[in-house]
T-cell receptor, first 108, second 117 residues
C-alpha cells in the first residue's frame, strides 16, 4: 500500500511555543487530509488539501501542501494546552492511508 | 445527531472465542472501514466497504472478517481471536470513497479497546 512518512513522532513544547509536523511521500499525491486525535479519543477531521502549493488556515493552525504535492505540513502558532493530541496526515489511494502521527505535548 | 457508534467499547476475551464488534452510522454514508491502532504504527486499515455487499481487504486483514448487508452497519468479526489482535479498533464512515475526485471526511466511532488473553 501507499506510505507516508510523518515526523517528528513526538514533540514536547512549552505553552506559547510554535509546533510543526511534516508529512512526506515518495509519490505525487492527489490530496492530503489532516486529523487530530485527543488522548483517549477518536480521530477528528481537520482539513483537506488538494491544490499544489495550497495554504489553508484555521485560527492558529496553518496547513500547507507542497508545490510538487509530495509533502505537507501543519503548523500551530502559540500552542495552547487544548492543542494536546496526536496529529495524523492521511493520503488516499484505493483506501485511506494514515501517517504514523505526531504526538504533541504542551507543557503549561 | 450524525454519528458512528461502536459496541462494545471495551472487551476482554480469551484466545479462540469468537467475537463481533458492531458498527453503525446514521449518515447514509456509502464508504465504511475498520482500523486498528497500535502504538507507533498509526491507524492501519483492516477492511473497507464501498457499498452494500462490496468489501475489500485493507493492509492488515488476516484474522478478521466483515460483512455489509445493510448500508448503515459494518460489523467486524474475529472468528478465533489471538493475543496479537489486542488493539484499539475504530470504525469510520464517509460519504465519498477515497479515490473519488474529492475524498470525503471520515467520521470515526469512539473506538473499541480489545484485549485477547
Amino acid at each position: 500500500g501507499q506510505q507516508v512518512m510523518q515526523i517528528p513522532q513526538y514533540q514536547h513544547v512549552q505553552e506559547g511555543e510554535d509546533f510543526t509536523t511534516y508529512c512526506n511521500s515518495s509519490t505525487t499525491l492527489s490530496n492530503i487530509q489532516w486529523y487530530k486525535q485527543r488522548p483517549g479519543g477518536h480521530p477528528v477531521f481537520l482539513i483537506q488539501l488538494v491544490k499544489s502549493g495550497e495554504v489553508k488556515k484555521q485560527k492558529r493552525l496553518t496547513f500547507q501542501f507542497g508545490e510538487a504535492k509530495k509533502n505537507s505540513s501543519l503548523h500551530i502558532t502559540a500552542t495552547q494546552t487544548t492543542d494536546v493530541g496526536t496529529y495524523f496526515c492521511v493520503i488516499t489511494g484505493n483506501q485511506f492511508y494514515f501517517g504514523t502521527g505526531t504526538s504533541l505535548t504542551v507543557i503549561p | 445527531e450524525a454519528q458512528v457508534t461502536q459496541n462494545p467499547r471495551y472487551l476482554i476475551t480469551v484466545t479462540g472465542k469468537k467475537l463481533t464488534v458492531t458498527c453503525s452510522q446514521n449518515m447514509n454514508h456509502e464508504y465504511m472501514s475498520w482500523y486498528r491502532q497500535d502504538p507507533g504504527l498509526g491507524l492501519r486499515q483492516i477492511y473497507y466497504s464501498m457499498n452494500v455487499e462490496v468489501t475489500d481487504k485493507g493492509d492488515v486483514p488476516e484474522g478478521y472478517k466483515v460483512s455489509r448487508k445493510e448500508k448503515r452497519n459494518f460489523p467486524l468479526i474475529l472468528e478465533s481471536p489471538s493475543p496479537n489482535q489486542t488493539s484499539l479498533y475504530f470504525c469510520a464512515s464517509s460519504f465519498a470513497t477515497p479515490y473519488s475526485g474529492s475524498p470525503d471526511t471520515q467520521y470515526f466511532g469512539p473506538g473499541t479497546r480489545l484485549t485477547v488473553l
